[in-house]
């Protein structure tokens, strides 16, 4: 069984740009989550969709966005990249109330 | 609320000898709790889950826990350390309802020596 996948496994931006992450899920969840390890601020909760809705978000603002496909597949969209979004970008998902499974995540750099 | 406190940022040890690692929790309700390992420049691995059954759990590679409720600790152990346990390990609790989202310790580094 194919776990959680994530695209790109990095990116390099400048300030002021945005940045598109991706994630594929485990096949059968429904549920992806993602999360913010930056240096230093350890690993944050950013944002949760299940079935295709955004279910609650962490304490980002609202540049930090994104979506779920109808294949449970999700998008996450940082806007305005400032310095301090450089970090790695983890998805995770779930079915049901079961354990959450990561993916390889993504390393975004801002320069 | 619920919170997770790893005692120690770093951690060695020398092959072959016992793995402590040290995490109290905090939690409103009975608590989901976890370990997951990090090893450098990968995602987060799950090595074990404590969901109210038993209170040792045992995981993969050789790694256990005790669910201690009295002391509020979920200790993660092995027996005889591996060179390739060398990682950040990070102890995790989950809200019992609702988003269920994690809240991590702050992790702890585990360095082996040889």
């Known amino acids: 069984e194919a776990g959680v996948t994530q695209s790109p496994t990095h990116l390099i931006k400048t300030r002021g740009q945005q940045a598109t992450l991706r994630c594929s899920p485990i096949?059968?969840?429904?549920?992806v989550y993602w999360y913010q390890q930056a240096l230093g601020l350890g690993l944050q909760f950013l944002l949760w969709?299940?079935?295709?809705?955004?279910?609650n978000r962490g304490n980002f603002p609202p540049r930090f966005s994104g979506r779920q496909f109808p294949n449970y597949s999700s998008e996450l969209n940082v806007n305005a990249l400032e310095l301090e979004d450089s970090a790695l970008y983890l998805c995770?998902?779930?079915?049901?109330?079961?354990?959450?499974?990561f993916g390889p995540g993504t390393r975004l750099l801002v320069l | 609320a619920q919170s997770v406190t790893q005692l120690d940022s770093h951690v060695s040890v020398s092959e072959g000898t016992p793995v402590l690692l040290r995490c109290n929790y905090s939690?409103?309700?009975?608590?989901?709790l976890f370990w997951y390992v990090q090893h450098p420049n990968k995602g987060l691995q799950l090595l074990l889950k404590?969901?109210?059954?038993?209170?040792l759990v045992k995981g993969i590679n050789g790694f256990e826990a005790e669910f201690k409720k009295s002391e509020t600790s979920f200790h993660l152990t092995k027996p005889s350390a591996h060179m390739s346990d060398a990682a950040e390990y990070f102890c995790?609790?989950?809200?019992?309802?609702?988003?269920?989202?994690?809240?991590f310790g702050s992790g702890t580094r585990l360095q082996v020596q040889p």
């Open positions: 404590y969901t109210s059954a038993a209170t």
């Open positions: 995770a998902s779930r079915a049901g109330v079961e354990t959450q499974y």
């Open positions: 995790v609790v989950s809200e019992s309802t609702g988003r269920r989202a994690l809240t």
């Open positions: 939690s409103s309700y009975s608590p989901s």
């Open positions: 969709y299940d079935e295709g809705e955004e279910r």
């Open positions: 096949s059968g969840h429904t549920s």
